[in-house]
């Protein structure tokens, strides 16, 4: 199972980003995909999370602001990224499960300037 995560930059209080995550060997319509970040010094936490039927949950901080979503045809997941803040300066990963085991994206920076 391969996960390349890709979409990060540089960008204004504000802005916007949409990250990318390509999958490649698993039956991704399958599986739920979910988007984690780590802040400068801080530990990884969960940001938002897309089942394999399209349901969608958000942690508090970015709920209307960030929007998960996903193409089995593509097998590809997003994170649209909106209105976003310096407190959203993080690297974000994209994540799987499969087969019991967790599968990590390699992560891509994102740094929101003020």
């Known amino acids: 199972v391969q996960l390349q995560a890709s979409g990060g930059g540089l960008v204004q209080a504000g802005g916007s980003l949409r990250l990318s995550c390509k999958a490649a060997?698993?039956?991704?319509?399958?599986?739920?995909m979910n988007w984690y970040r780590q802040p400068p010094g801080k530990q990884r936490e969960w940001v938002a999370g897309?089942?394999?039927?399209?349901?969608?949950e958000y942690t508090d901080v970015v709920k209307g602001r960030f929007t998960v979503s996903r193409d089995n045809v593509r097998r590809m997941a997003f994170l649209q990224m909106d209105r976003l803040t310096p407190e959203d300066t993080a690297v974000y990963y994209c994540?799987?499960?499969?087969?019991?085991?967790?599968?990590w994206g390699q992560g891509t920076l994102v740094t929101v300037s003020s």
């Open positions: 060997g698993i039956n991704f319509r399958l599986h739920d």
């Open positions: 994540k799987t499960r499969c087969s019991g085991a967790d599968f």
């Open positions: 897309i089942t394999s039927g399209s349901s969608t």
